[in-house]
């Protein structure tokens, strides 16, 4: 099994900052990219910010120069600071993991269960 557990979702004021920490435990051989997607009421799923095994980095235009995503490959786990927050951010955020349960596995993407965030005055 492989689970994927989000923290630090909540209330915040348009402005102000909030940081995503997403872990991934159980039979994990290894993880070849991590992202954090959102879903707005009445919205589709959306990618925010994406980051494979190197270090490039992928993030939605909306987001850019207000959200930075990294990881820490020894923790298996993935964050995303959110800076300058607005309304329209505000949304159920949900950690992804492209991960590989052995060696010989193909890479099967596995989700947490969400973390909201919202941000109004």
């Known amino acids: 099994q492989v689970q994927l557990v989000e923290s630090g979702g909540g209330l915040v004021e348009p402005g102000g900052s909030l940081r995503l920490s997403c872990a991934a435990s159980?039979?994990?051989?290894?993880?070849?990219?991590m992202g954090w997607y959102r879903q707005a009421p009445g919205k589709q799923r959306e990618l925010v910010a994406r980051?494979?095994?190197?270090?490039?980095?992928v993030y939605a235009d909306s987001v850019k120069g207000r959200f930075t995503i990294s990881r820490d490959n020894a923790k298996n786990a993935v964050y995303l600071q959110m800076n300058s927050l607005k309304p329209e951010d505000t949304a159920v955020y949900y950690c992804?993991?492209?991960?590989?349960?052995?060696?010989?596995?193909?890479?099967?993407?596995?989700w947490g269960q969400g973390t909201q965030v919202t941000v109004s005055s």
């Open positions: 992804n993991g492209q991960i590989q349960r052995s060696m010989m596995s193909v890479t099967f993407s596995y």
């Open positions: 159980g039979s994990i051989f290894r993880i070849n990219a």
């Open positions: 980051i494979p095994s190197g270090d490039s980095t």
